[in-house]
């Protein structure tokens, strides 16, 4: 039944991996093939030893000298041969690791929000570079070795045979032994490997977060506190590093003790032998090379042993990040010429406690071209209800679609993406240029447009004075503007999409009031050919809007629009 289940397990792997390995493959049997002639010139090496000590024994020294120049010429095939295959190696294992993090970077982009966003950016980062490393390395070094070393294994089995039968028995028999000792560390060297990827994870996630927080590390005198915290994360995966390493060491010295006996045996056999005249000086040099030559391959499989299982441990952390599931993405959708929103009795919770809904049954209207506020207290579901609009959650209940307000609903999701421009809270832009990141809003934008929407965003004066323009080169989050600067840019950017929905998202909060005014007249001459959704707070925004939605207690509710302006200015 275990055996089964194995198989069954293993079947799988392979499935999983062939898309990838498979343009591979023509690569990594010339490895193979390399790693095969490497080892049958170790055959060769012992072989032509045996022949030049028997010449010059024999004082045959012409024919020694022959013997010696192939003995040479293997040598340098040889090193040859480990220098072609360690360059090949190299560079498929790039390429292969190359296919593989695209293979996972694109699924993980591909993949639902909700599910991926509980995993810290991290631990996504270890599987993504760590995990994948394990399997390439199994790919391109371990599983070819073990194919050559089994060639290895089989050349000098056959050749110590031809020359001393009961030697040769010896050396095999010690061999397997130790390879199936090493497998009874199996299941626990898996378990040790997943802690140790794990523990991994948490010290580059404590890492990574520490240095986008350095500010707030500074401000609140987290230092010591935080050298604290990684130096704890430090000793936890160092304790499972060390726990490998031992159960790893003590393999290890079974596969050594092992291997010193067989060689040990295969010695002395040879010592009596040739002091029995049974047989040469050559032959016995002949014999304790072939015997490392069998010994070797087993102590190799043996050591390769760990590194199948943390391959395997690996392979378990990515097939995770694939069992997430995928967001619903049809092709492209024709866009109406105006969007509308409908949300029809819609409940939404994040958790399995279906009693804590943050969204209970709302449903509202928002026509084509419509500017309408939603308000609500902090932690009310505002931006739950973008991230519906958005189909990065899915409904608990109910329904939200776009209408072209002619009555046709189209259902959203991924794909009706395209239709929505959006500025979220907090800093979005990217490292790069102040064009680079507007041209995320629309990749074929001309600098006219980009200036155009800079203007509409007020952000050209600025961009203007900047002795670099638009070509400004500005650090992650936006390193080197300020936080208006920042959110002007952003605006700039979801303008520069056309959209025909447009979502603010606090996305005037760090501007001035004459400055927000501005860029919310820009968006009032948008609307009417656009739907726009503005999630504020400020008096200044509401006066701009035709109608105001407020969430209380996850119902929707419809304001009376003075009313609620009134409520603000007290
Ligand atoms: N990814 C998440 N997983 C679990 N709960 C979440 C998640 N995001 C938000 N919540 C919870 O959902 C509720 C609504 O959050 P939401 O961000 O929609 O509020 P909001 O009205 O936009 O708040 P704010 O005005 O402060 O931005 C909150 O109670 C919040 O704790």
Excluded at 40 to 57: E, Q, T
């Amino acid at each position: 039944m275990k055996v089964k289940a194995e198989f069954s397990k293993l079947i799988n792997f392979i499935n999983w991996i062939k898309p990838d390995i498979r343009p591979f493959l023509p690569r990594l049997v010339v490895i193979l093939l390399l790693g095969v002639a490497g080892s049958l010139c170790g055959v060769g090496i012992a072989i032509a030893s045996k022949n030049v000590i028997d010449y010059a024994v024999a004082g045959e020294l012409g024919k020694a000298g022959i013997a010696i120049g192939i003995f040479g010429g293997i040598i340098v095939m040889s090193v040859l041969i480990n220098i072609g295959e360690a360059l090949l190696e190299v560079r498929v294992s790039e390429a292969f690791s190359n296919v593989m993090r695209q293979r996972f970077f694109k699924r993980l982009l591909e993949t639902e929000w909700l599910p991926l966003s509980g995993y810290h950016s991290g631990d996504l980062l270890t599987r993504l570079t760590s995990d994948v490393g394990n399997i390439t390395n199994f790919f391109v070094r371990v599983f070819p070795g073990i194919l050559s070393l089994g060639v290895q294994l089989a050349a000098s089995f056959a050749t110590l045979l031809y020359y001393e039968p009961r030697l040769a028995i010896i050396a095999f028999i010690m061999g397997p032994s130790t390879v199936l000792f090493s497998r009874l560390w199996g299941h626990r060297l898996k378990v040790l490997n997943l802690k140790v990827q794990e523990s991994e994870s948490r010290y580059r996630s404590h890492i990574q977060e520490a240095l986008q927080n350095f500010i707030v590390i500074k401000i609140f005198g987290l230092e010591e506190h935080n050298r604290d915290t990684l130096q704890g994360l430090h000793q936890d995966r160092m304790d499972w590093i060390l726990k490998r390493n031992r159960t790893t060491l003590s393999a290890d010295m079974i596969i050594s003790l092992g291997f010193w006996a067989g060689y040990f045996v295969a010695f002395s056999w040879g010592i009596i032998r040739l002091y029995q005249k049974a047989i040469s000086f050559g032959t016995l040099t002949a014999f304790i090379t072939l015997v490392q030559q069998i010994q070797v391959p087993f102590v190799g499989l043996a050591r390769t042993f760990p590194q199948i299982i943390a391959m395997l441990a690996s392979t378990e952390r990515l097939m995770e990040l694939e069992k997430m599931q995928l967001e619903k993405r049809e092709g492209k959708i024709g866009q109406p010429e105006g969007v509308g929103i409908s949300f029809r009795q819609v409940s939404f919770v994040y958790t399995e406690e279906k009693d804590n809904l943050v969204l209970d049954k709302v449903t509202a209207d928002i026509a084509p071209g419509e500017l309408v506020a939603l308000v609500g207290s902090s932690g009310v579901g505002k931006t739950t209800l973008i991230r519906l609009l958005l189909a990065l959650v899915r409904p608990l209940e109910g329904e939200v679609f776009y209408t072209d307000g002619l009555g046709k609903q189209y259902e959203v999701t991924a794909a009706t993406r395209a239709w929505v421009t959006y500025v979220p809270q907090g800093n979005t832009l990217f490292s790069g240029t102040i064009a680079d990141n507007l041209r995320s809003g629309r990749l074929e934008a001309t600098p006219d447009e980009m200036e155009e929407a800079s203007r509409a965003a007020c952000a050209w004066e600025f961009i203007r004075e900047l002795p670099n323009g638009l070509d400004t080169v500005i650090g992650e989050q936006g390193h080197g503007l300020s936080e208006g600067q920042a959110q002007r840019i952003a605006i700039a950017r979801a303008f520069l999409k056309r959209a025909p929905v447009m979502i603010l998202d606090e996305a005037t909060s760090a501007l001035d009031m004459g400055t927000e005014m501005e860029i919310l007249r820009a968006i009032k001459d948008l609307s009417g050919n656009c739907t726009c959704l503005l999630i504020t707070h400020r008096q200044t925004a509401l006066k701009m809007c035709s109608r105001v939605l407020e969430i209380q207690r996850g119902k929707l509710i419809e304001k009376n629009k003075t009313e609620q302006e009134n409520h603000l200015s007290n």
